[in-house]
């Protein structure tokens, strides 16, 4: 469960930012959007959605794209480039991250706190990777920290690691307090410049069982679907070297409800290659034989992309995991999003305290009856120096001109620039220009 995300320095984003899933002060109704937890006899809250809002180029993709690299750099558990084809480049080549427009190298710096099985984990580092496309630079990690719990297990400046041991935590430890104290000249001698002091000397000297906590969450949990197109076909069948065709029955009972075209649907496994490929099944004229082809050529692309979203979804809800989309809405009618995002504020259904986070230029959204003020953010761009800004309609105050009160007409107010994150848009001009170089 996501409690809170922050990010310094990456692309746009100079200034840090926090992508708060924790509820604002004071806010008030839809208290199905609201999570509770108790963690060492504390009360943790969160909130199970977030929507956001923002023209293009204001960038709402580079927050989510943010949360993809420190999800891609956690999991590798270093900041040097990988070669390997991604949608987010900035998350194998890090030299895609600064802004192109700095003077002086600034750190970028991540931060995120969520729960996972009863503890409570914030996680910090920062790292100086050189000016944009600089990749000739001898990147560090500066800093990075560990908490869980609200106990600082390690705190790390550049090559040296401060300890804390924790009673209280002792079972998660692979050795006894006096060990774990002696440690620290190992733990010291055992830091790259380049590696992160957790999924390295940590997990090997220090507690194998804090990292695979922490890297299991990343990797199963933390679902971060950067651009639309990134949603690809994966399926794991129990012999994945076993050529064949594969239905899926939730899957493809859903996708009649969306309005499959087809008979039904499902995956192949070549021979070749053991590549898994989406098809459509079809009867032939005579409905004796059911003819295999590849869904791409049959459907239409929104249900191409419903049908490879949906098991994300369903992964979330049974697993209790945190789903990050990049324009959720595209291509696919509004209905069905509006019945996936109640299916995450259903308290008989959710029970496992999934969250769907996404961002989103469909107005619909933008309901006091759908979404909590906390759980609606905004992303806007200065047109002076093409930084942008993250924040929530809970920001602003409840009273005076600007105020937002509960039960609103937040799609009117929103259209009336009222909340920011909105520009005009006017192609007139271009179209009047070449008339009129038509004419003489």
């Given at each position: 469960m996501l409690l809170d995300f922050k990010v310094k320095?990456?692309?746009s984003f100079q200034q840090e930012v926090s992508f708060f899933m924790i509820p604002a002060p004071k806010q008030k109704g839809l208290d199905y959007s609201v999570f509770e937890k108790k963690i060492d006899n504390k009360r943790k809250k969160a909130i199970c959605s977030s929507v956001i809002y923002g023209p293009n180029a204001a960038g709402k993709t580079n927050i989510i794209g943010a949360m993809d690299t420190m999800r891609a750099i956690v999991?590798?558990?270093?900041?040097?480039?990988?070669?390997?084809?991604?949608?987010?480049?900035?998350?194998?080549?890090?030299?895609?991250?600064?802004?192109?427009?700095?003077k002086e190298r600034k750190p970028v710096c991540f931060y995120i706190s969520f729960i996972e099985d009863n503890y409570c984990i914030e996680y910090s580092f920062s790292m100086n990777i050189g000016f944009f496309l600089e990749k000739s630079f001898q990147r560090v990690i500066i800093d990075e920290k560990l908490c869980i719990n609200d106990h600082l297990i390690f705190n790390r400046k550049g090559n040296h690691v401060d300890l804390k041991y924790t009673k209280k935590l002792a079972d998660l430890f692979m050795v006894n307090a006096d060990t774990f104290n002696r440690m620290k000249d190992i733990v010291d001698a055992s830091l790259n410049s380049t590696e992160l002091f957790l999924m390295n000397g940590f997990k090997l000297i220090l507690s194998r069982k804090i990292v695979d906590l922490i890297q299991q969450w990343?990797?199963?949990?933390?679902?971060?679907?950067?651009?639309?197109?990134?949603?690809?076909?994966?399926r794991r069948f129990e012999d994945t070297n076993s050529p064949g065709f594969y239905v899926e029955k939730t899957t493809n009972e859903a996708a009649k409800i969306f309005g499959l075209n087809s008979n039904a649907i499902g995956y192949m496994v070549s021979d070749d290659d053991h590549q898994t490929k989406l098809c459509s099944i079809l009867n032939d004229e005579n409905n004796q034989e059911k003819i295999i082809i590849n869904a791409k050529i049959f459907e239409s692309y929104g249900t191409i992309r419903f049908i490879n979203l949906f098991p994300l979804v369903l992964k979330a809800i049974y697993t209790g995991g945190t789903l990050v989309i990049d324009e959720f809405d595209a291509s696919i009618h509004p209905m069905a999003l509006m019945n996936i995002i109640n299916i995450f504020h259903d308290d008989e259904i959710n029970i496992h305290h999934a969250q769907l986070i996404f961002d989103s230029h469909n107005p619909i959204f933008l309901n006091s009856n759908l979404f909590r003020r906390d759980e609606i953010k905004f992303v806007e761009r200065n047109e002076e120096n093409d930084l942008s800004d993250l924040y929530c309609l809970s920001d602003f105050k409840t009273a005076g001109k600007n105020g937002v009160r509960k039960n609103e007409d937040y799609m009117k107010n929103y259209f009336i620039s009222q909340y920011g994150a909105i520009c005009d848009i006017d192609f007139s001009p271009i179209f009047k220009e070449l008339i009129s170089k038509g004419d003489n």
């Open positions: 320095n990456y692309k999991l590798r558990g270093h900041i040097l480039n990988i070669d390997e084809s991604s949608i987010n480049e900035a998350a194998n080549c890090l030299e895609l991250i600064p802004n192109n427009k700095l990343f990797k199963n949990k933390f679902m971060v679907i950067y651009k639309a197109n990134a949603i690809e076909v994966i």
